[in-house]
T-cell receptor, first 114, second 111 residues
């Protein structure tokens, strides 16, 4: 089966600009996650969707970040306006339908804010 | 609170065995995962433990002791391609069954 798809792979923007990332999970996976990973750290969960509903967005900086998952399949994550500290890799993952519900990750988007 | 601890970096020799430790503190333990992450790539699932004991999968094994809040990943017959970061993550039912991630252990394999 096809893996988790993400685009773009790389993005360089200036601070205060906006950016959007796209994710297409593995077919049939109801749960989708967006993570932020800073170099040398583990992934930090930004938002978790179950179908098209939000399960947890407690760590999403809602003043600048937004995410949606229309129709319970594809998802987009947006940052507006970007700050220097947003430079990171943004990973999208989806969960297996069976125990142990392991997460499958996309290749990520490396964002550099200058 | 919730906390995952792993060594920052380890070095081992090709062909040898290495053990990467992980200690955790969570309020609602519901399983422990190990992921491998090569530089510049996404994490990939290696193993899962929910009961105490050893799970073996080829050259990789993972051990769990829930009473001690401790796990290790054992890599045998090390190959150069095993150079990567190894992330320990605990699923916590008290946090919507989310994964709580460690910072990862960077493993360097030398010839």
């Amino acid at each position: 089966e096809a893996g988790v798809a993400q685009s773009p792979r790389y993005k360089i923007i200036e601070k205060r600009q906006s950016v959007a990332f796209w994710c297409n999970p593995i077919s049939g996976h109801a749960t989708l996650y967006w993570y932020q990973q800073i170099l040398g750290q583990g992934p930090k969960l930004l938002i978790q969707f179950q179908n098209n509903g939000v399960v947890d967005d407690s760590q999403l900086p809602k003043d600048r970040f937004s995410a949606e998952r229309l129709k319970g399949v594809d998802s987009t994550l947006k940052i507006q306006p970007a700050k220097l500290e947003d430079s990171a890799v943004y990973l999208c993952a989806s969960s297996s339908r069976t125990e142990p519900y392991e997460q499958y990750f996309g290749p990520g988007t490396r964002l550099t804010v200058t | 609170g919730q906390n995952i601890d792993q060594p920052t970096e380890m070095t081992a020799t090709e062909g040898a065995i290495v053990q990467i430790n992980c200690t955790y503190q969570t309020s609602g333990f519901n399983g422990l995962f190990w992921y491998q992450q090569h530089a510049g790539e996404a994490p990939t699932f290696l193993s899962y433990n929910v009961l105490d004991g050893l799970e073996e999968k080829g050259r990789f094994s993972s051990f769990l002791s829930r009473s001690k809040g401790y796990s290790y990943l054992l890599l045998k017959e090390l190959q150069m391609k095993d150079s990567a970061s190894y992330l320990c993550a605990v699923r916590d039912w008290d946090s919507n069954y989310q994964l709580i991630w460690g910072a990862g252990t960077k493993l360097i394999i030398k010839p």
